[in-house]
């Protein structure tokens, strides 16, 4: 049986990546809005060419914001934007800003980084970004350094941004720890959503969606499907005789040999009680046919033991084929019905039955509606 999650759901884009796509494009938004405005600051300073650095490092973020809405891609909107903000930050350390207060926008780096990329990625380009800041203060002779730093001003810098980095480092490996154990929780309880815990098979609220996606598969494209519902014979009476935890390691036991026989492709779920209930994709009414009577014959040459007594299980099936429906509920009648004339005819049989290949074989070539 395949996994009971569900394959053929449509693909979603995660909820956290769209509210990081959101903040990013107000980051950008905001951060257009102060280059601007310190740029027309600077400018009223008779700070030209300050001005026009700053004016300057607007145009990338916004054919940033260009690209993404273009192609959507997430990890080249972080990429630029991380990339834009460092070299800025680079040019305000390098030549001070204004009144030397340059640096100090270095403080929103942290949290921006480490929220953006994984915390070995952040730590690494920010230790980068150390180095650079290393350099430019110890070397204000350096080409494009025009600003000079008192040995007060970098103890202090280097101090706070370092407090400032271990803060947000731990705050950001605390979110991903809770992040991580949420989503370990939350897929937890959808497998125990969509699973029955006796026989770890499907449960019949999963096999109910996978029906509905099957049959919208055959209603696009015309592959045909089968079903195979199961009953195991005289159940009560195995309970009655031999106890509940008898039946239970039935079921379990059952379930266990069904997954052997029927095919990777197909699912198998409990539908209720004692009724299991198979799904065989791109399968036609012979094949499905086939596929019920060796499991049948399975169950039938099995001795199911329990505390070593040996228990009756035999199983009664009722197979039908999309081809002879028009809907999964009428699917799922006619295969009950087969079911129901299995029984009537004495037990341990599958239904309809056929006298040959080709009876089977006609039986499934009624035209798709």
């Not at 110890?138 to 008192?150: I, R």
């Not at 049948?296 to 299980?313: G, I, K, N, S």
């Not at 004339?341 to 074989?361: C, F, H, M, Q, Y």
Request: charged content about 20%.
């Amino acid at each position: 049986m395949s996994d009971s999650l569900h394959p053929d759901a449509p693909p979603t884009v995660p909820i956290e990546d769209q509210r990081i796509a959101r903040l990013l494009t107000w980051l950008s938004l905001m951060a257009i809005l102060f280059l601007l405005g310190i740029g027309a600051k600077a400018w009223y300073a008779n700070h030209h060419t300050h001005a026009w650095v700053l004016w300057a490092f607007a145009l990338p973020i916004v054919v940033n914001m260009a690209w993404f809405a273009g192609t959507g891609n997430r990890a080249a909107q972080k990429g630029g934007l991380i990339t834009t903000v460092g070299l800025l930050f680079v040019y305000l350390m390098a030549s001070g800003g204004e009144s030397n207060t340059g640096p100090l926008w270095f403080y929103v780096f942290p949290p921006l980084l480490f929220y953006l990329t994984n915390l070995k990625t952040g730590t690494a380009i920010l230790l980068f970004c150390y180095l650079i800041a290393v350099v430019v203060f110890q070397n204000p002779d350096l080409p494009l350094v025009a600003a000079e730093y008192s040995t007060d001003f970098k103890i202090r810098f280097f101090a706070t941004l370092t407090f400032e980095s271990l803060f947000c480092f731990v705050l950001e490996a605390s979110r991903l720890k809770a992040r991580h154990e949420l989503v370990e929780l939350a897929r937890t309880h959808e497998q125990a959503a969509r699973t029955d815990e006796l026989t770890a098979l499907a449960n019949r609220r999963d096999m109910q969606y996978r029906l509905n996606a099957e049959f919208s598969r055959y209603q696009r494209a015309g592959h045909h499907f089968s079903i195979v519902l199961i009953d195991l014979d005289l159940f009560k009476t195995i309970n009655d005789r031999f106890g509940h935890d008898a039946g239970d390691e039935v079921l379990k036991a059952f379930a266990e040999l069904m997954q052997r026989v029927i095919r990777e492709t197909d699912i198998a779920a409990r539908w209720g009680g004692e009724e299991f209930l198979v799904l065989l994709p791109d399968t036609s009414l012979l094949q499905a046919l086939v596929l019920a009577e060796r499991l049948r014959a399975e169950v039938a040459r099995t001795e199911f033991v329990f505390h070593d007594q040996r228990l009756p299980v035999s199983i009664s099936a009722g197979v039908c084929s999309i081809a002879k429906s028009g809907s999964i509920n009428d699917l799922l009648k006619q295969a009950d019905t087969h079911l129901y004339s299995a029984k009537e005819a004495g037990r341990n049989r599958i239904a309809p039955r056929v006298r040959s290949l080709d009876e089977a074989a006609d039986r499934d070539t009624t035209p798709r509606p």
